[in-house]
């Protein structure tokens, strides 16, 4: 084996060595941050709470969006989709979840 094979041999492992090295750290870091995130657990007594408080103040907001629904299915005699439904509603509304291009 000549010089100029050796010396890429040596480069190789190096450049492989190198490599295995930082995936290691990299890696080991990410464990680290795994192991200081702990996720807050929220009681199921609170879920059932806020729950109701969002039920109580959306009731008024379902009933009549229930109520127009009905309203346009019946103007138009039943032969409209969900879908169609659902666009119309949000042409028809100021909510955020429009289609700025509308």
Avoid: W
């Avoid at 969006?65 to 509304?93: C, N, W």
């Amino acid at each position: 084996m000549d010089s100029r094979e050796r010396n890429f041999l040596l480069v190789g492992a190096l450049l492989a060595g190198g490599a295995a090295g930082l995936a290691y750290f990299y890696n080991k870091n990410k464990e680290d941050q795994m192991k200081q995130f702990r996720p807050r657990t929220v009681s199921r007594k609170l879920i059932v709470r806020i729950l109701k408080e969002v039920q109580r103040e959306m009731f008024g907001v379902l009933t009549s969006v229930a109520m127009i629904t009905t309203q346009i299915k019946e103007q138009y005699k039943g032969r409209i989709t969900p879908d169609e439904i659902k666009d119309f509603l949000l042409e028809h509304s100021k909510s955020p979840f429009r289609d700025p291009s509308l």
